[in-house]
């Protein structure tokens, strides 16, 4: 009897301590998940923010008789800004930032071409270079813009850009997660470096797209 109340209670111990260690094991992996979702999120705002920030007054096409610098709505960017060293081959590249429909709901990608000369969009969008899916499980994303009115001051966030030749003061990105998703995604901000409306347009565009005309001249 006393072998018998000695395995049963050495085996209870045991069952408290697999459950113990256990418990452990799974907060210790969710942890792991939460700190890596957390990273992924940081990693991906910074991307956004440093390229997004960086953006170039430059027309990646015309529409119109109009250059375009910047085109945007609620569900997408497109503009001109450097790549980093270790991402791009240098120069600056159109960038386009999208939200689009996934078999699993929406999904954020990126894509970047290298400026060409000839203004050819399309040219670069048939290319065979696949986007890059930033973030997934996405429930509902979108854009908005931000610019100064006409008495100086700062407009309503809106959804959908009319200016292409110029570009925002401010871009946000909000997202919200679907269920199956660790993290949140931080409501984003970026305020631009460099504002095309305070540029010389006719000094922008002769040394920015002044390689469509060898001969232009800045008057």
Known sequence: MEIIIAMTMLSLIMAMIYGGIHSSRK????GIKRIDATNEIRVIQELLRRQISRILPMAFKEEDNKFVIFEGDADHIMYVSPMPGYL???GP???LIEIVNSNSGKILQ???WLMNDSLNIDELENSDQEPIILLENIDDAQFSFVKLTEEGELGDWETSWEEPENTPLMVRLEIDMNPDAI???PPMQVALMLDATSTNRRVSNHLLLGNRNPDSEIR
């Open 93 to 95: 590249h159109v960038q």
């Open 27 to 30: 907060m210790t992996a969710k």
């Open 88 to 90: 791009g081959n240098g």
């Open 183 to 185: 993290m949140p995604f």
């Open 110 to 112: 990126f894509s970047h």
